[in-house]
């Protein structure tokens, strides 16, 4: 059995997907929710689907080794950022190298980078006048957004378009690729 972590820092739509989609997987479950905000949904949704939930400091975080600590005495094998919106620690990166999954909801390279996230992201996208937008799921290294490509999905940007509007059509392409993505990169290791 593989373990994955789920970091999370907002609502938690993709984490549920998730944990919707591994319940019940013979090879792979998601064993542990960890945040950086203590009012993301995500952790109420892990906690309701009675997996570990747990909120950590940024002082935590970044000046400590709790984090990691927890990580190896849960057995994490895989982590799965699904809106995580600060950086990895050096110290998880280096114990998770090639091991950490990240989405981001535009095409990378473009658009990627410290402070896209969420609605800047798509706000970046409807300004640039591109006609399309999508998702990459890709491997975390130390330079935001850059590490390896696993998949990338595309949508049209309309020409009414506001940030919202193609946030939701970004998030369907998110909830209906990124679990199988996860499922097929981690069962190529097993
Ligand atoms: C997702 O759209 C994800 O791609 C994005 O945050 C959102 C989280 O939504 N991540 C980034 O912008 C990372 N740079 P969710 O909490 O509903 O899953």
């Given at each position: 059995m593989k373990r994955l972590a789920i970091f999370a820092s907002g609502a938690g739509s993709n984490a549920k997907r998730l944990i919707d989609y591994f319940s019940g997987n013979q090879t792979i479950s998601v064993a542990l929710l960890i945040s950086?905000?203590?009012?993301?949904?995500a952790l109420e949704i892990a906690r309701k689907a009675g997996i570990t939930a747990i909120n950590f400091s940024k002082e935590e975080f970044y000046n400590s080794s709790t984090v990691i600590e927890k990580l190896t005495s849960e057995k994490i094998d895989f982590i799965v950022l699904a809106g995580f919106l600060i950086k990895v620690p050096d110290n998880i990166l280096k114990a998770y190298e090639n091991k950490i999954i990240n989405i981001h909801p535009a095409l990378l390279p473009d658009f990627g980078g410290k402070g896209m996230y969420g609605l800047n992201v798509h706000k970046a996208v409807i300004e640039s006048g591109k006609k399309e937008s999508g998702i990459t799921i890709h491997l975390v290294n130390e330079h935001y957004d850059e590490g390896r490509i696993l998949f990338q999905a595309k949508c049209s940007v309309l020409e009414n378009d506001t940030p919202e509007k193609l946030a939701a059509r970004v998030q369907e392409l998110e909830h209906q690729h990124f679990p199988e993505v996860v499922e097929h990169f981690i069962s190529e290791k097993l």
């Open positions: 950086n905000r203590k009012e993301a949904g």
